[in-house]
């Protein structure tokens, strides 16, 4: 029963990680280390695909083994953050004042746990 909830968590966070990857106010990568987590005590031929990827399984494997975003990453990171959220709040919703505060809420947020992360 254990192992069939991780994998259902698994697969719901990584549905998640992989829409993050399109979306820019969606944490991508974020997703896909908790679907990693929770691959890793569930399912490890999928947790092995995840940490192996060619594009972001290093930076998954380097933050659950050591808590680690190397700083380039970090900068990278708050660049889409930022850029993509500016867009979004002047460009595609300035009429709505709810889910522009909203969206700067989020952005805000996430530097905040960037910025914090060991590296």
Sequence with gaps: MKDTINNLLGYFFLALGIIGTYLPIM????FLIVAAYFFMKSNPTIYNKIITNKYYGEYIRNY????????????????????????????????????????????????????NSND
């Design 64 to 115: 659950i083994d050591k808590g680690v975003i190397p700083v380039r990453i970090k900068v990278i990171i708050l660049l889409f953050i930022w850029c993509f959220s500016i867009i979004s709040m002047f460009y595609l919703l300035s009429s709505n004042l709810t889910l522009q505060i909203l969206i700067l809420v989020i952005a805000v947020l996430s530097s905040l746990v960037i910025i």
């Design 27 to 30: 944490p991508g990568v974020v």
